[in-house]
């Protein structure tokens, strides 16, 4: 029995970066528990398979996130063809920073473009869609916890949306509104973005070492999460993070 059934039922759901890993896992879910479902990406063959796998009525929406003008056309795209958002889940980011002396001034930008800029041009630009009561999530990271000595540009643009989690959480455009603003902080999870890691017996041994629970998680697991976040079983959260990174930033 899918003891998910109906906990979305009548809601709409944006997820940016829905069509791989944590992104995809998530759509599945809220699919499943009734819900309309918007997933964006780059690539349109990728979203394309990837809302054959969410299921029937999946829409999917082309877009760099990194691009303000993309951002502001799918709010647009969203008002026109849907009215209102209920669940929104500011995923699309990526990790992949070049080794601190080959950061340039290019490659600060791509990170900071995507995983800081974006998110806070998609916060901005859902604001008219989001419906009263509506469930804003913000993927966040472990490492915006930490120190990160292999990757400080991801780790700051990290913090820089638990940042922004705060002040919207508070902010009259969503606090005023009753629409709450929670970040997901995953720690290692096995997806296409860290397939190079997960698949180097190094730096898997590295991350099995480094974690309490003594391995990655999968998509599945954050996605439950997520879920969590999204529905009113976490109706007095808000500001907040939610860990979900065995135990990584938290001992
Ligand atoms: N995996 C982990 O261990 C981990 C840990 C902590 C936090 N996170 C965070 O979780 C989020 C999802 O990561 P993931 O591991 O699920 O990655 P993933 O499997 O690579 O999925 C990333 C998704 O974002 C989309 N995307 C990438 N760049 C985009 C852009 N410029 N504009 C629009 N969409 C874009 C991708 O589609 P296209 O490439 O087709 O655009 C894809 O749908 C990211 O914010 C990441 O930082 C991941």
Redesign the pocket.
């Known amino acids: 029995m899918n003891s998910n059934a109906g906990r979305f039922e009548e809601k709409i759901a944006l997820i940016?970066?829905?069509?791989?890993?944590?992104?995809?896992a998530t759509a599945r879910l809220f699919h499943q528990g009734g819900a309309r479902v918007l997933i964006?990406?780059?690539?349109a063959s990728?979203?394309a398979a990837a809302a054959e796998a969410i299921g029937p009525g999946t829409r999917t929406l082309v877009?760099?996130?990194?691009r303000v003008e993309d951002v502001q056309r799918i709010f647009d795209q969203v008002a026109d063809g849907f009215g209102h958002l209920d669940i929104l889940m500011a995923?699309?980011?990526?990790?992949h920073t070049p080794a601190l002396d080959d950061v340039d001034e290019a490659a600060f930008d791509a990170m900071s473009d995507?995983?800081f800029k974006?998110v806070f041009f998609t916060m901005v630009h859902a604001i008219p869609v989001l419906a009263r009561g509506a469930s804003v999530i913000i993927?966040?990271?472990?490492?915006a916890d930490m120190g990160r000595l292999a990757d400080p540009l991801y780790a700051a643009t990290?913090a820089a949306v638990r940042s922004l989690a705060r002040t919207f959480a508070a902010h009259e455009a969503f606090a005023g509104r009753a629409i709450r603003v929670n970040v997901l902080s995953?720690?290692?999870?096995r997806?296409?973005?860290?397939e190079e890691a997960w698949k180097d017996p190094a730096v898997d041994e590295y991350v099995r070492n480094a974690v309490p629970l003594g391995r990655w998680a999968e998509?599945e697991e954050v996605a439950r999460a997520a879920a969590f976040l999204a529905s009113s079983d976490s109706s007095y959260m808000t500001g907040s993070v939610l860990a979900v990174d065995g135990g990584l930033a938290q001992v």
């Open positions: 940016t970066g829905g069509s791989s890993g944590i992104g995809l964006t990406g780059r690539d990728r979203l877009a760099d996130m990194a995923n699309a980011g990526t990790s995507l995983n974006g993927t966040g990271s472990a490492a990290k995953p720690g290692p999870v997806t296409p973005l860290t998509p």
